[in-house]
């Protein structure tokens, strides 16, 4: 998947019907996807030299958080640049090769040494940018990959109150159907919220509504609204221009209670138990079953 940033906006999918199938085996897949001046933020699942090179050729660029298989040369000492929320944030010029292929390519290197360490015990975060220094510091793209952790929101949505994932759809080109149709109906709720966030305020929806919410009012009220409103009456929005659906929809905000889609913030977080290994035989991938059939 593929998350805008600024709109909350799912705008593209890489599909695989093996479940079990690696993030990396779908690079090429997501290459395909890249365009000019795209900034990709991304986990360190993502931090193959090949993505990078990829993403260079295509006049993009990337801010991923440095995976431990992937070492380089390190051309000079860290220079402090700034200092975010989460520690003071350093720079230096980095060198990765690419073993399989010998490829190289220089980096920029940014560290956030943490205030407080993680709960994995991690000190720092290092991450890799082939972003121009022209374009932009480094502390600002460190506080770009902070926010990195709201496609893991978004996920949460999808699969929580929008349902992609269903225990009685065994074939895989179903389970990506229903998969892919959650993500539309996630893209639905985001334009509900940017409706709010224009009428109520940026800080005051983030901070205050829950898309869980927004996303049970959807699927329990659509049959009602259906008897109220018959489909002919929606067929006007079809007319409408892109700036007058905007209009109308911020109208329609002015008028929400937001309290009844109010966040209850969660408790302190728990240790989670140690996962202990398959007891019933090993995981086995549907496709790869329906394949040898």
Same mark, same amino acid.
């Given at each position: 998947?593929?998350?805008?940033?600024?709109? *909350?906006?799912? @705008?593209?999918?890489?599909?695989?019907?093996?479940?079990?199938?690696?993030?990396?085996?779908? !690079?090429?897949?997501?290459? +395909?996807?890249?365009?000019?001046?795209?900034?990709?933020?991304?986990?360190?699942?993502?931090?193959?030299?090949?993505?990078?090179?990829?993403?260079?050729?295509?006049?993009?660029?990337? $801010?991923?958080?440095?995976?431990?298989?992937?070492?380089? +040369?390190?051309?000079?000492?860290?220079?402090?640049?700034?200092?975010?929320?989460?520690?003071?944030?350093?720079?230096?010029?980095?060198? !990765?090769?690419?073993?399989?292929?010998?490829?190289?390519?220089? $980096?920029?290197?940014?560290?956030?040494?943490?205030?407080?360490?993680?709960?994995?015990?991690?000190?720092?975060?290092?991450?890799?940018?082939?972003?121009?220094?022209?374009?932009?510091?480094?502390?600002?793209?460190?506080?770009?990959?902070?926010?990195?952790?709201? !496609?893991?929101?978004?996920?949460? +949505? !999808? @699969? @929580?109150? #929008?349902?992609?994932?269903?225990?009685?759809?065994?074939?895989? %080109?179903?389970? #990506? *159907?229903?998969?892919?149709?959650?993500? *539309?109906?996630?893209?639905? $709720?985001?334009?509900?919220?940017?409706?709010? /966030?224009?009428?109520?305020?940026?800080?005051?929806?983030?901070?205050?509504?829950?898309?869980?919410? #927004?996303?049970?009012?959807?699927?329990? @009220?659509?049959?009602?609204?259906?008897?109220?409103?018959?489909?002919?009456?929606?067929?006007?929005? /079809?007319?409408?221009?892109?700036?007058?659906?905007? +209009?109308?929809?911020?109208? *329609?905000?002015?008028?929400?209670?937001?309290?009844?889609?109010? %966040?209850?913030?969660?408790?302190? %977080?728990?240790?989670?138990?140690?996962?202990?290994?398959?007891?019933?035989?090993?995981?086995?991938?549907?496709?790869?079953?329906?394949?040898? /059939?």
């Amino acid at each position: 998947m593929v998350l805008a940033q600024q709109r *909350l906006w799912m @705008t593209d999918v890489m599909r695989s019907e093996d479940g079990h199938a690696q993030e990396r085996s779908l !690079i090429p897949q997501g290459l +395909e996807h890249v365009r000019e001046d795209d900034l990709g933020i991304e986990d360190r699942h993502f931090c193959p030299l090949g993505l990078m090179v990829g993403m260079a050729r295509r006049g993009a660029a990337c $801010v991923v958080r440095q995976h431990g298989q992937l070492q380089g +040369e390190l051309l000079g000492p860290p220079v402090r640049t700034g200092m975010t929320r989460s520690g003071p944030v350093y720079e230096q010029p980095m060198r !990765i090769r690419d073993p399989d292929s010998r490829e190289a390519m220089r $980096v920029r290197r940014i560290t956030i040494t943490l205030k407080v360490p993680t709960r994995d015990g991690d000190t720092a975060w290092h991450m890799l940018s082939h972003v121009p220094r022209g374009r932009a510091s480094a502390t600002p793209l460190a506080r770009l990959y902070g926010k990195r952790w709201s !496609i893991e929101t978004a996920c949460f +949505e !999808i @699969t @929580t109150p #929008l349902a992609c994932e269903s225990n009685t759809l065994g074939y895989p %080109k179903a389970a #990506l *159907l229903t998969f892919c149709l959650a993500l *539309l109906a996630y893209n639905a $709720v985001s334009l509900i919220k940017a409706a709010l /966030r224009s009428d109520h305020g940026r800080q005051k929806i983030n901070d205050e509504v829950a898309g869980y919410y #927004l996303s049970l009012e959807m699927g329990r @009220t659509y049959d009602g609204r259906m008897l109220a409103m018959p489909a002919p009456h929606w067929a006007y929005f /079809r007319e409408l221009s892109d700036k007058a659906c905007a +209009e109308a929809l911020r109208a *329609l905000a002015a008028s929400v209670n937001l309290s009844k889609y109010r %966040k209850h913030p969660r408790g302190p %977080k728990k240790k989670p138990p140690e996962r202990t290994p398959y007891q019933n035989g090993k995981h086995v991938s549907t496709a790869k079953l329906i394949a040898q /059939r």
